[in-house]
């Protein structure tokens, strides 16, 4: 028979490239890290431009060191100093976002052989190592631009700060909390310069998936598994609504835990993907010494992946089980 190949898939055609991906995923990122920008002033901007420009230069230079072909235009290493900058304060050091770019690049990601060999989310291992290594720098936080008339941003603690210490000292998790649902929603609160603004966050989660360049069934299943068990262990609507828009939750959910490499391929594997991290996350955040779980969650998880990939795989339309030999 004529015009009958038989080829490895996938099968359809599509003209969605790796840099096509990558632009979607960045307009996504752009709302929420321009409200950065504006809550934090200048030197959110600055830090957010560090971290691009020296994830973009660790890739190029990796790749020539290494003798390997270049993919700097597949615009992976923007994403990646993208994200990387919005999960620092505005107040971190030059030299630490450097450090941080990096380890995400470098360690993470080339040496594990570039994009889609790698097997964590680079920004998420990154920020781990400087909120571990860099501890001070990392927890100094600033209320919004505005907020402040000195020349000197004011320092702040972030909801998820103030209310773990509300609970060590006073045994109180949420009666003390000192900003509003809707200031959190819109962003107006001390934190990282892309994790305050819920609004913008959910927006570019939408688009997303809106435009299936994710599913929602990892943000979904992380988000509701977290939201669910923080309502069963408190009792509170308004509580669990102040957790999923305080800290990392959203950014981690819509932007981090759905990274195409280091997440499982099957949609029940990115359910399983996404309790698991809304488990550990809230275990974390309950009874962890940290304030934050998102992304231990999500490095844990990535680790679990292949696992998770075995477990979900499915199989080939018509194949057969093998049939057991009988025994003599």
């Known amino acids: 028979m004529k015009g009958l190949f038989v080829s490895p898939s996938p099968h359809r055609a599509t ?4 840099a096509k991906i990558m632009l979607m995923v960045i307009i996504a990122l752009l709302p929420s890290a321009a409200a950065g920008c504006i809550f934090f002033g200048p030197r959110a901007a600055a830090v957010l431009a560090v971290c691009v420009i020296s994830c973009v230069v660790f890739e190029a230079l990796s790749r020539i060191v290494m003798k390997r072909e270049q993919t700097v235009s597949d615009l992976s290493a923007i994403v990646t100093g993208l994200l990387l900058g919005m999960n620092l304060p505005a107040t971190i050091p030059f030299y630490i976002a450097v450090i941080g770019s990096f380890i995400a690049i470098v360690i993470v990601k080339q040496l594990f052989g570039g994009i889609g060999q790698n097997f964590a989310n680079p920004a998420i291992a990154a920020r781990i190592v400087l909120m571990l290594s860099f501890t001070p720098q990392m927890s100094n936080w ?3 631009y505005w907020y402040s008339n000195a020349v000197d941003a004011e320092t702040s603690a972030t909801p998820l700060a103030a209310q773990w210490l509300n609970y060590t000292e006073n045994g109180s998790s949420f009666k003390m909390a000192p900003f509003t649902l809707s200031e959190m929603f819109w962003g107006e609160t001390g934190g990282c310069i892309g994790e305050t603004c819920a609004a913008m966050l959910i927006l570019g989660g939408l688009f997303l998936i809106i435009t299936k360049v994710i599913s929602a069934a990892t943000p979904v299943a992380f988000i509701g598994s977290f939201a669910l068990l923080t309502f069963i262990y408190t009792g509170s609507l308004t509580e669990t609504a102040y957790d999923v828009l305080a800290g990392g939750l959203l950014i981690g959910a819509f932007f981090m835990a759905t990274d195409y490499a280091t997440t499982p391929i099957t949609t029940k594997g990115k359910i399983i993907f996404g309790i698991g991290c809304g488990l550990i996350t809230f275990i974390i955040r309950t009874f962890g010494s ?5 992304s231990f969650s999500i490095l ?5 992946t292949p696992y998770i990939d075995r ?4 199989s080939p339309f018509g194949a057969k089980k093998p049939v057991k030999a009988e025994k003599n």
């Open 300 to 304: 844990l998880m990535n680790l679990l």
């Open 15 to 18: 003209n969605m490239s790796t």
């Open 142 to 144: 600033v209320k919004p």
């Open 290 to 294: 940290f304030p934050e779980g998102v």
């Open 311 to 314: 477990l979900t795989k499915t």
